[in-house]
């Protein structure tokens, strides 16, 4: 459908990615997973299944981004995706403060990069 399309694909350390979830409140019964640890590995090896099986089938370039080298190397990380989405480097930093963000993690969006959620 959009042949020209490029994924972005963070990847980010397990435990953190999983204590992130843990510590969500999510509304919908479909997200229940979330609160059990042990019921999180499934649904993280059916995400690594699913990425194989695009970077297998589907013929869009898929640029993966490490989520603890992002939070490190911000510059680096950032050089690298706007070289991917055809963007100059150093453009702005911050979002229009004024911009709608529609995410659980409105006041996150807001705030600079930060290392401390690494290796919690």
Not at 15 to 31: I, K, V, Y
Not at 57 to 65: K, N
Not at 78 to 97: K, N, Q, Y
């Amino acid at each position: 459908m959009f042949p020209q399309a490029r994924l972005i694909h963070v990847c980010r350390d397990r435990r953190d990615m999983g204590l992130l979830l843990w510590s969500q409140n999510f509304a919908h019964p479909d997200m229940a997973f979330a609160y059990d640890f042990q019921g999180m590995a499934p649904y993280m090896e059916g995400h690594d299944a699913l990425m194989r099986h695009w970077k297998e089938s589907l013929r869009i370039q898929i640029c993966e981004l490490d989520y603890e080298t992002l939070v490190t190397d911000t510059e680096s990380t950032l050089a690298i995706l706007c070289g991917f989405i055809g963007a100059p480097v150093g453009g702005p930093r911050r979002p229009d403060e004024s911009a709608p963000v529609q995410s659980a993690r409105v006041w996150q969006t807001r705030q600079p990069v930060y290392s401390t959620s690494i290796g919690r």
